[in-house]
């Protein structure tokens, strides 16, 4: 059955036996992802979508009927007053800069407190020197790292009461790091403290691959401001680029204003068509998302039989899509990410190698042979070539891509 793919038997034998023992956690996926399809259903269903939604406008964008449907969707869907949804976000941290920047003035503080956030994200706060960024602006920046894969309650106390700082940055995922990524309990525990230390700190959270992974997101335990990426879980693998800030109105106010310009702010920005997909995405995102942790689960149990290492093993709790797989070996995590790569729906005859990309200090192996170029919701796995040489595997539009992309990583592993 498998032959055309080059997939070995006794690979396909050892998926179908880690399947089995991972019928409990894919029922808790399910259950989650019936929560958010009722939760995305009734907001459509609230907010009277229709095909007028569809339509799209050019130049400035006055008058955009869909454009705010789809904000008024997202707000109800993520708990929160307000949202921009926009496909002028090229990135994930193009949202995060646009956000830093409406929310922060010279002399302010920066403090991130789930350690150094993503590599792109350094030359934006001026971590690494750079003419344009939050550093130059006379924005300070300081951070306190994570203690055993939780919040250093202490350290975080201990600033708060000597510093008056305007910004609280926690960033949800992992990023290329191998700590766990932080559940929706541990945010609301140290959110919880920040506001009683001081109640006009405001919560930022970088929530990328993190929605609909959980009953809940961000605002609904008290942050101020999330952000995310539309290539990524809220996209459904629809959306072909965009981002959201959703949060306190005044402050996606600020933000609006901030990517286009003070007096215009949010009643400018052209939709240029795309309306059905950011709509179809998010209305497609619950199953994709739960497709995606499937597979991820799945690849957990395999690897762990192989005896590498893994984090999060299979049983545990998830509260992002992204499966890490420990390789310790440069040649290994490049033949396991070129295995994905060939089990891709695009560019499969491509043969992966470590490069340099923008935003990153090492070079980087990346497999995502997608429909929308750097999608992450779409089967994925990448990861720097640095000790300990770990994959970050995240995606699949649907449970069997997945499967398929995971039997010819793993037959790579095994036999070439």
């Given at each position: 059955?498998?032959?055309?793919?080059?997939?070995?038997?006794?690979?396909?034998?050892?998926?179908?036996?880690?399947?089995?023992?991972?019928?409990?956690?894919?029922?808790?996926?399910?259950?989650?992802?019936?929560?958010?399809?009722?939760?995305?259903?009734?907001?459509?269903?609230?907010?009277?979508?229709?095909?007028?939604?569809?339509?799209?406008?050019?130049?400035?964008?006055?008058?955009?009927?869909?454009?705010?449907?789809?904000?008024?969707?997202?707000?109800?869907?993520?708990?929160?007053?307000?949202?921009?949804?926009?496909?002028?976000?090229?990135?994930?941290?193009?949202?995060?800069?646009?956000?830093?920047?409406?929310?922060?003035?010279?002399?302010?503080?920066?403090?991130?407190?789930?350690?150094?956030?993503?590599?792109?994200?350094?030359?934006?706060?001026?971590?690494?020197?750079?003419?344009?960024?939050?550093?130059?602006?006379?924005?300070?920046?300081?951070?306190?790292?994570?203690?055993?894969?939780?919040?250093?309650?202490?350290?975080?106390?201990?600033?708060?009461?000597?510093?008056?700082?305007?910004?609280?940055?926690?960033?949800?995922?992992?990023?290329?790091?191998?700590?766990?990524?932080?559940?929706?309990?541990?945010?609301?525990?140290?959110?919880?403290?920040?506001?009683?230390?001081?109640?006009?700190?405001?919560?930022?959270?970088?929530?990328?691959?993190?929605?609909?992974?959980?009953?809940?997101?961000?605002?609904?335990?008290?942050?101020?401001?999330?952000?995310?990426?539309?290539?990524?879980?809220?996209?459904?693998?629809?959306?072909?680029?965009?981002?959201?800030?959703?949060?306190?109105?005044?402050?996606?106010?600020?933000?609006?204003?901030?990517?286009?310009?003070?007096?215009?702010?949010?009643?400018?920005?052209?939709t240029l068509g795309i309306n059905r997909q950011i709509l179809q995405g998010i209305y497609m995102a619950p199953s994709v998302v739960a497709a995606s942790l499937k597979v991820a689960i799945l690849t957990s149990?395999?690897?762990?039989?192989?005896?590498?290492?893994?984090?999060?093993?299979?049983?545990?709790?998830?509260?992002?899509?992204?499966?890490?797989?420990?390789?310790?070996?440069?040649?290994?995590?490049?033949?396991?990410?070129?295995?994905?790569?060939?089990?891709?729906?695009?560019?499969?005859?491509?043969?992966?190698?470590?490069?340099?990309?923008?935003?990153?200090?090492?070079?980087?192996?990346?497999?995502?042979?997608?429909?929308?170029?750097?999608?992450?919701?779409?089967?994925?796995?990448?990861?720097?070539?640095?000790?300990?040489?770990?994959?970050?595997?995240?995606?699949?539009?649907?449970?069997?891509?997945?499967?398929?992309?995971?039997?010819?990583?793993?037959?790579?592993?095994?036999?070439?």
């Amino acid at each position: 059955m498998y032959e055309e793919l080059g997939i070995h038997d006794d690979v396909v034998s050892l998926i179908e036996e880690s399947e089995k023992d991972c019928f409990l956690e894919f029922e808790r996926v399910d259950k989650m992802c019936s929560l958010n399809s009722l939760k995305v259903l009734s907001s459509f269903h609230r907010n009277r979508i229709n095909e007028a939604h569809f339509n799209s406008t050019t130049g400035y964008g006055y008058n955009d009927l869909g454009r705010e449907a789809i904000e008024n969707v997202f707000r109800d869907v993520l708990g929160a007053e307000d949202a921009l949804v926009r496909n002028q976000f090229v990135s994930g941290s193009h949202a995060l800069t646009v956000c830093f920047f409406a929310l922060l003035r010279p002399g302010d503080i920066l403090l991130s407190i789930s350690g150094k956030p993503y590599d792109t994200l350094d030359e934006v706060i001026g971590i690494k020197d750079n003419p344009s960024s939050l550093k130059s602006f006379g924005v300070n920046y300081s951070q306190i790292d994570l203690v055993d894969d939780d919040f250093d309650y202490e350290s975080i106390s201990n600033y708060l009461t000597k510093n008056k700082v305007k910004v609280v940055e926690i960033q949800r995922s992992k990023g290329y790091s191998s700590r766990k990524s932080l559940s929706i309990e541990k945010l609301e525990n140290v959110i919880k403290l920040i506001k009683s230390i001081d109640k006009d700190v405001l919560v930022m959270v970088d929530n990328c691959y993190c929605e609909f992974v959980s009953n809940c997101e961000p605002v609904s335990v008290g942050a101020d401001v999330m952000v995310g990426s539309l290539i990524k879980n809220l996209g459904g693998g629809i959306a072909p680029n965009g981002a959201y800030i959703a949060g306190r109105k005044e402050l996606i106010d600020l933000c609006g204003e901030r990517l286009t310009l003070p007096g215009e702010g949010r009643e400018v920005g052209p939709t240029l068509g795309i309306n059905r997909q950011i709509l179809q995405g998010i209305y497609m995102a619950p199953s994709v998302v739960a497709a995606s942790l499937k597979v991820a689960i799945l690849t957990s149990r395999v690897l762990e039989k192989l005896g590498y290492d893994v984090e999060p093993k299979y049983q545990d709790e998830r509260v992002d899509i992204v499966q890490n797989i420990f390789f310790y070996d440069a040649n290994k995590l490049i033949n396991f990410t070129r295995g994905i790569q060939q089990a891709s729906a695009i560019d499969s005859a491509a043969l992966v190698e470590a490069s340099d990309m923008p935003g990153y200090d090492d070079k980087i192996v990346m497999a995502s042979g997608s429909f929308t170029q750097g999608s992450s919701i779409e089967l994925s796995c990448d990861g720097p070539i640095r000790e300990p040489y770990i994959a970050y595997m995240q995606g699949s539009m649907t449970y069997p891509y997945g499967r398929l992309g995971l039997m010819k990583a793993v037959d790579r592993l095994i036999y070439e």
